[in-house]
């Protein structure tokens, strides 16, 4: 009896004896649910320099440290449409606060109690904030921005199951939301699952995006590494390094820095003020208003409410040379600029003669002025008294060490209380712009209140 066996059935014998390791792929997912509430510390210290314009040829350099506390309770929120705008949530802040030095100039912020709702959403640009009780200033919407916010995080995670080992590259959208840059010229990232090791999963993420904020040329290159817990399908830690280089733009300093933030997230044994009730009354978009910002002039009892676009560029509340400076940015352009001082005050129930608001113009803008195009007298239901006149005229620009005149447009204005304050704005606006500035300057001027 023959005692050959063939490679076939050895192979099946083999197959039986010693059954092949198939590795199972591990599901990378959280829940989109709001069921459950996690608590979230992060960290994030910033080292380096920024940079302002000295001289139209030479900037002058400031070194920088900065450190930011974060302490918040977080619920998911329904998904309030694809890709970036599919993550939302809202958040109980706890801690929220920002020391940063410029130069040996100390300055803290730190988030108001009224202000400690928000509601975060993913977006192309970055996760954006708004809180649903009280507007938001332009301090407290940038102390809102996290680097490595969970909802970013949470992009990079692949849709399929991984097995150890696996790479993949999350989409362009996640890339350019994780590293806020409002238009993109070139971006890469990969993920790796690096290992599994008791329901803990160690993801790695290394790559960049070069592109522009707020119009300013920006280079983000970033490295870092997070950690999942496959039973509670959740990113429990993340540690990320920023390495970020801008140049100087129309509403920001250039920024030579890294920046290291440490996430750490847990589930939380209770909503707090994250009620289902609050959930189920937060609608998918902002209500109306909603995510407009305050300016509080303290100094000057004066507040204004402005749209997102417009960013405050300078603000000299006291002291000599009083004046806040407001620039508006549309696509990464600058639009216009506005000036903001106070002027003496008028008796209770009259305003400054508009002749001489007129003179004043024209000794102001002097060479540059051609001629008065308008003068009216804008109806307030509170007794408040607007006067606009628009001027004409040209700017002289030098350029390679020739002069260009450019033709500019001022729209002015006095903005009067009934017990006789007063504030002048000026909008500095190229007349082909005009048409896209549309009533965005009456709609800054008519929001100004008089703080009693």
Known sequence: MSTRISLSVWTLLAAALFPAVIPAGVSL???ESSERTVQVSVSVTTTGSVF????PTKSQKH??????RYRFRERRLPPGGRDAAALRAIREFETAQLTNSISGRDTQIALPASQRIAVSSGDLTGVHSYCPTSMLSRESLDLLELPGDPLSLAALLPSEEVEVGAKWKPADWAVQMLASVDAVQKQEMSCELVSLKEKVATVSFTGGVLGQRYGANTDVQLTGELTFQ????LITSAKLNYTVKANIGTV???IDAKVESVVTRELAPAPGKLTNALIESTPISPPAGAESLVFDAEPWKVQMVHDRS????????EGNSQVVIFRLMESGSLLCQCNVARIPSAAPGKTAPLDQFEADIQTSLGKRFKAMRKREQIPSEDGR???????EGQNSLVKEKEAIEVPMQWNYYIVTAPTGEQLSFVFAIEPQLVEQLADRDLKLVQSVRFVK
């Open 52 to 55: 302002t314009a000295g001289s």
């Open 310 to 317: 417009w960013h405050l560029f300078q603000a000299v509340l």
């Open 29 to 31: 997912q959280e829940p």
């Open 230 to 233: 496959t039973e509670q399908k």
């Open 252 to 254: 920001s300093p250039g």
């Open 63 to 68: 070194p920088l440290t900065a450190n930011a």
């Open 385 to 391: 008294i607007i006067h606009r006149v628009i001027a």
